[in-house]
């Protein structure tokens, strides 16, 4: 049972930057496409930013292109998101997980974007 754990998160002014950071165990991690995913108070889950399995492949949400970069170790089982010029509207609990037939959920972290 693979799990993920997600960190980085916190509160920051709107055009601050956050770095957030997601732990895999299990083996299959390289072999999988991943995701981050979002879900502010009220609203549904949404898929932010997926990468393929070699890290060559990434796509984002139009609302984030140009202010998110998505990436990953696979030596470290590891993945991230690099979020700049955060807005308001940012302001959600950020999950990690496969893109595809996602697993069980982690706790996910708190990113908060306020003044």
């Known amino acids: 049972q693979v799990q993920f754990v997600e960190s980085g998160g916190g509160l920051v002014q709107p055009g601050g930057s956050l770095g957030l950071s997601c732990a895999a165990s299990g083996s299959i991690f390289s072999s999988r496409a991943m995701a981050w995913y979002r879900q502010a108070p009220g609203k549904e889950r949404e898929l932010v930013a997926s990468?393929?399995?070699?890290?060559?492949?990434?796509n984002y949400l139009d609302s984030v292109k140009g202010r998110f970069t998505i990436s990953r170790d696979n030596a470290k089982n590891a993945m991230y998101l690099q979020m700049n010029s955060l807005k308001p509207e940012d302001t959600a609990v950020y999950y990690c997980?496969?893109?595809?037939?996602?697993?069980?959920w982690g706790q996910g972290t708190q990113v908060t974007v306020s003044s």
């Open positions: 990468i393929s399995p070699g890290g060559s492949s990434t």
């Open positions: 997980n496969y893109r595809v037939r996602p697993g069980s």
